[in-house]
C-alpha cells in the first residue's frame, strides 16, 4: 500500500492500519501487508514532494522565486505548494499540458535520481 503523509507521517500510517483491520486483512492467511507512506516513508509529505526534490536545483530555485513573486504582489499563496510547484514546473516542459503521471511516464522525471532509492526498493521488495 502506498499513500501520501500529508501533515502527518504518523497518521497516514494509523490511517492505514485503521483501513487494513477494518477490512480484516490482516486476518488473511498468507497475505503480506506491506505499506509505504510518500514522500519517503517518514517524513510528512507527498508524491510532489518527492518528485521536486529530484528536480535540477536551478529549476526549483526559479519555480520557487515564481511563487514568492506571485504572493509579494498579490498576496495568495497556495495552500498545496509541493502540488502547485510541480504544477509550475509541469507546465515549462515540451508539453505543457501533462498530469503528473503522464509527465512521469514521458520521461519528464529522472527515475534513477537517488531521491526514488527507497520507494524503488520498496517496490521491488514487493
Same mark, same amino acid.
Given at each position: 500500500?502506498?499513500?501520501?503523509?500529508?501533515?502527518?507521517?504518523?497518521?497516514?500510517?494509523?490511517?492505514?492500519?485503521?483501513?487494513?483491520?477494518?477490512?480484516?486483512?490482516?486476518?488473511? /492467511?498468507?497475505?503480506? %501487508? @506491506?505499506? #509505504?507512506?510518500?514522500?519517503?516513508?517518514? =517524513?510528512? *509529505?507527498?508524491?510532489?514532494?518527492?518528485?521536486?526534490?529530484?528536480?535540477?536545483?536551478? /529549476?526549483?530555485?526559479? %519555480? @520557487?522565486? #515564481?511563487?514568492?513573486?506571485?504572493?509579494? =504582489?498579490? *498576496?495568495?499563496?497556495?495552500?498545496?505548494?509541493?502540488?502547485?510547484?510541480?504544477?509550475?514546473?509541469?507546465?515549462?516542459? @515540451?508539453?505543457?499540458?501533462?498530469?503528473?503521471?503522464?509527465?512521469?511516464?514521458?520521461?519528464?522525471?529522472?527515475?534513477?535520481?537517488?531521491?526514488?532509492?527507497?520507494?524503488?526498493?520498496?517496490?521491488?521488495?514487493?
Amino acid at each position: 500500500m502506498t499513500r501520501d503523509a500529508d501533515e502527518s507521517f504518523d497518521n497516514a500510517s494509523k490511517s492505514i492500519e485503521g483501513s487494513i483491520i477494518q477490512h480484516k486483512l490482516n486476518q488473511v /492467511e498468507n497475505l503480506k %501487508i @506491506e505499506k #509505504f507512506i510518500l514522500p519517503d516513508n517518514s =517524513s510528512p *509529505g507527498m508524491l510532489e514532494d518527492l518528485c521536486l526534490k529530484s528536480i535540477h536545483t536551478d /529549476e526549483i530555485s526559479c %519555480i @520557487e522565486d #515564481f511563487f514568492q513573486c506571485i504572493e509579494k =504582489s498579490t *498576496g495568495r499563496k497556495s495552500k498545496e505548494i509541493s502540488k502547485a510547484k510541480i504544477h509550475a514546473w509541469l507546465s515549462t516542459q @515540451e508539453h505543457p499540458d501533462k498530469r503528473l503521471g503522464e509527465a512521469a511516464k514521458a520521461g519528464y522525471i529522472d527515475w534513477d535520481n537517488e531521491t526514488f532509492k527507497e520507494l524503488k526498493k520498496f517496490i521491488k521488495n514487493l
